[in-house]
């Protein structure tokens, strides 16, 4: 046999025992208990191999022994896991009324964007009646410096944090009015965090203007940003600054329903 074929032959295996680790709480999702020999029959495997499977999930703390032996259930680390996705769920349940009220109010497409390592991702979009272009960024990643949310997210960070992702994704020009001088964004930071929103003048897109502002967890911490995005020629910097208020407000309405209380 050459190392290739091995190679292939075990990460096959590999994938295969996956596939029934999840089949075994699939399970165990649905029938709230159930037996070693129960999971074997269902998954089609021998019993050892469940009794294997089941050792290893119970290791990881996914599932654990009822008090009656022999039957197993799901565990709380389950939990754990489906936290980051359960706080992002509620963060696009809670704020989507709102971004659909200010991109009716607004007239341009309202974004909702968290940071995720060096980059804002956009979780959710909605389209204004003004809004010109069918472009979707949902579940893109955008540079933190060159993008409205970017700078919102950047703001709120400590100087330390903010130093360290900036360290690794650098200031890459995007267009002429990427900001690439790091005194000079410090200094929008600066003004962003004071003001209580942030703006790019076709700094990640040419013809593309946006404004962001934060929303902040029941703790205070700001976990996001929406941002309101439009043709230059139409949504143009002075027109942004006069919709402010209108964007900060409803970023408050997001952040008073994520239980924020300030």
Not at 92 to 115: F, H, K, M, W, Y
Not at 159 to 184: C, F
């Amino acid at each position: 046999m050459t190392e290739d074929s091995s190679s292939t032959r075990s990460e096959g295996g590999g994938v295969q025992s996956v596939d029934r680790a999840i089949s075994i709480l699939e399970i165990l999702s649905r029938r709230r208990e159930a037996g070693v020999s129960e999971i074997a029959l269902e998954i089609a495997v021998h019993k050892s191999t469940a009794f294997r499977l089941l050792g290893a999930l119970e290791a990881r703390g996914l599932v654990e022994q009822a008090e009656d032996r022999g039957k197993y259930r799901l565990s709380f680390g389950l939990v754990r896991l489906a936290g980051g996705v359960a706080a992002r769920l509620d963060l696009t349940q809670q704020s989507r009324p709102v971004c659909r009220r200010l991109a009716d109010e607004i007239g341009e497409t309202v974004n909702l964007a968290v940071a995720r390592s060096h980059y804002a991702v956009n979780l959710d979009q909605v389209r204004g009646p003004s809004a010109v272009t069918a472009h979707n960024w949902v579940g893109q990643l955008t540079p933190l410096h060159a993008t409205s949310s970017g700078k919102v997210l950047l703001a709120h960070l400590d100087e330390q944090q903010r130093d360290e992702l900036l360290g690794v994704s650098g200031l890459e020009r995007y267009t002429p009015g990427t900001i690439t001088s790091a005194e000079q964004l410090r200094s929008e930071l600066d003004e962003a965090r004071r003001r209580g929103y942030a703006v790019t003048v076709e700094e990640f897109e040419i013809g593309l203007n946006a404004i962001a502002a934060p929303i902040r967890s029941h703790d205070g911490e700001v976990v996001a940003a929406v941002s309101a995005s439009g043709p230059a020629y139409r949504f143009s910097e002075k027109r942004m600054h006069e919709l402010a208020p209108t964007l900060i407000a409803g970023a408050d309405d997001i952040s008073r329903r994520m239980g924020y209380g300030g």
